[in-house]
């Protein structure tokens, strides 16, 4: 994938406490760029909260971490322009009456108009641009949409052709590994520097895990590090474990529900997301 480059993550007792206490506390994480980092532990440990603190979303508590040049908590704003998520329940919910098309052209004009926003501020005030050179520009915009698009579903792995109604079929018609696919597509839209992903194994068979851990693979050997909520890691991935210390390590059953109130949360925490 053109573009981005990733960026090393590193914490240091990082902590985040919330409501209900400490949501996660004493973590440490040594990855390189481009890495693919799994953040293991049973439901309900603090998988997502520290997700959303290492992407920007959250201000911890204790200790330090940095991604890329940025450090945690100081530099959130920072750390959120260069990163994006993907399958967060209560952050990035698809519309299951959109299209898979709608959803791909609202982000890449939001995309846009950032991106614009950017360059406006950026330009010498009183310079305005000449109306031929504008429709150049538009045309040029929308080109550049499209490419976006195109490259983000090859990246996610989301095949067009392989969908029922292409990309006029509706979320809710899509099976739940190609709503993962199309989550991560939104977000490398915006060739993040640093994506994070929530609940990439669950209700997903071991054929699909296979594939989802693939596809993760592939987005950061493509140059963005990849940090995903798991509940078994792969053995090549760069493990950080949520598990309280000192306690058995038992892994509880996947729990949807849990798993909705610690992101409900970590938002509430958050303040924004």
Known sequence: ?????????????FGLK????????????????????????????????LL???TGRMRSAEGSASVGPFRLPKQ???????????????????????????????????????????????????????????ESRAWGRAAASRLRIDTALAAAGLDREALPKGTRTAVRDLERIEALRLSVALALIGRPRLLGVDDTDLKLSDAERAQVWDLLRSVAESGTTVVAVCSEAPKDA??????????????????????KKETA???AEAGRA
């Open 76 to 134: 959130l704003s920072a750390v959120r322009r260069i990163s994006a998520l993907a399958h967060v329940p209560g952050v990035t919910d698809l519309d299951p009456a959109l299209t898979v098309e709608e959803h791909l052209r609202e982000r890449a004009l939001l995309q846009r108009r950032f991106d614009g926003s950017l360059r406006t501020l950026l330009r010498p005030r009183g310079m305005g641009v000449p109306p031929a050179r504008a």
């Open 238 to 259: 760069v493990v950080v474990s949520t598990a309280p210390r000192g306690e058995a390590d038992e892994q509880s059953p996947e729990n949807p529900e849990t798993d």
């Open 18 to 49: 919330g409501p209900r206490g400490w949501a996660f506390r004493g973590v440490d994480i040594d990855a390189e760029p481009g890495a693919l980092v799994a953040v293991e532990g049973p439901s309900g440990s603090g998988r997502t909260c």
């Open 52 to 54: 959303l603190a290492l």
């Open 265 to 267: 949360d970590a938002l």
């Open 1 to 13: 994938m053109d573009g981005p480059n990733a960026v090393a993550v590193s914490a240091e007792g």
